[in-house]
């Protein structure tokens, strides 16, 4: 039998946490011959919660799930830790300007990524959820420099199952014949979905829709603002298809692309396509061997780069205040 795997995620008793665990624990992360323990990480007033389900856990019986330790200190939440999903975070509240939700959370990634590099095994992959990501991400980097940094990213993958759903929407043609999509950027609403490379039923997307102005005005910002409009919907924001996305970019990141596609994740850029060398932003990747590889070589029209610099720039910024409040 194999070695099981520790799992941590934190945010463990919130509402993604909630769809996410019991997928985990089922098989769906790392595939049905992989037994998983959890580490649920939460704060004191989420540990009774975390508790709960817990119990829930266990109630499912699960043949892969080998244990469930709950812990409110991230030195023990981390410690021995293969994969890791980051999912608890400051919310931004009324009257909170950006600075304050960039130090606040700062207040948490900070310290987990001392904790990861402190305490995670050797081949921790981790993956930020909570919010702002991708700058989530790049402080607990910051904070882990024993960790090769390739080994920390942020989730756009929701954003990029959005756009496929999106676009079979428009073509009619089912998301499995729609390859080679990309989200660049940052996971925001200046992310950008791009259509330019991407085949619906072998043909060329933006080709086979030919509107202009329904990339511009209808898909890139239903896309992008997608979040919002599912709060105002459900009343919640969106936890289930988040939870959904963290498994497929962990499942791809562990177990590959397949032949002839790529996916979308926010990872450390080597400085391709004029991202600046270290933030961590969205690329079109392949995962190879459990990394993930930036595609190269792709033609960047007028259209797509004027949106990839501006969400660029949001992320440059982002850094730069993470950089002037001494979080990174
Ligand atoms: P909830 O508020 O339901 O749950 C968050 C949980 O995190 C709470 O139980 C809280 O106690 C816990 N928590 C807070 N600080 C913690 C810390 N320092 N250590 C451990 N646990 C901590 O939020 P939920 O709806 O689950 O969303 C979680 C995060 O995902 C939010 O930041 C949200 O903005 C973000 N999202 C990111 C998405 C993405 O595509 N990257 C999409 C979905 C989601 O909006």
Redesign the pocket.
């Known amino acids: 039998t194999r070695t099981p795997v520790n799992v941590t995620v934190?945010?463990?008793?919130?509402?993604?946490?909630?769809a996410l665990l019991f997928r985990i624990a089922s098989g769906q992360l790392l595939g049905p011959d992989t037994p998983v323990k959890l580490r649920l990480?939460?704060?004191p007033?989420?540990l009774k919660?975390?508790e709960g389900t817990a119990m829930e856990l266990d109630d499912c019986a699960f043949p892969l799930l080998r244990g469930i330790d709950i812990s409110?200190d991230?030195n023990v939440?981390f410690d021995g830790a293969n994969v890791a999903l980051l999912?608890?975070?400051?919310?931004r509240t009324a009257g909170m300007e950006r600075g304050d939700l960039l130090e606040a959370n700062g207040?948490?990634f900070g310290?987990?990524g001392k904790a990861i590099n402190d305490h995670a095994a050797d081949d921790i992959k981790v993956l930020?959820?909570?919010?702002p990501?991708n700058t989530n991400a790049l402080i607990a980097q910051k904070h882990a420099p024993d960790v090769p940094a390739e080994r920390f990213t942020?989730?756009?993958?929701?954003?990029h199952n959005r756009a496929l759903s999106q676009l079979s929407k428009r073509t009619g043609v089912p998301v499995s014949e729609i390859r080679k999509l990309t989200i660049w950027g940052n996971?925001s609403a200046t992310q950008y979905p791009d259509i330019f490379h991407a085949e619906v039923a072998g043909k060329n997307a933006a080709e086979t829709v030919n509107d202009e102005k329904w990339l511009a005005e209808e898909f890139i910002p239903t896309v992008a603002k997608r979040?919002a409009a599912i709060i105002a919907a459900r009343g919640?924001?969106?936890?289930a298809?988040?939870a959904n996305?963290a498994i497929d970019h962990v499942h791809t990141w562990v177990n590959g692309t397949p032949e002839g596609d790529w996916t979308s994740a926010g990872v450390v850029s080597d400085g391709s396509y004029g991202v600046p060398e270290g933030l961590i932003s969205s690329f079109p990747v392949t995962a190879v061997d459990g990394r993930f590889e930036v595609v190269q070589g792709l033609e960047i029209n007028d259209f797509s780069r004027s949106r990839i610099d501006a969400s660029v720039n949001e992320l440059v910024e982002e850094r730069d205040a993470v950089g002037q409040l001494g979080l990174i």
């Open positions: 934190t945010g463990a008793a919130g509402q993604i946490g909630y990480l939460e704060i007033q989420g919660a975390a409110d991230p939440g999912v608890g975070a400051r919310p207040g948490i310290p987990q930020v959820v909570g919010n990501a942020a989730m756009t993958r929701l954003d996971h979040g919640a924001s969106s936890a298809s988040a996305a």
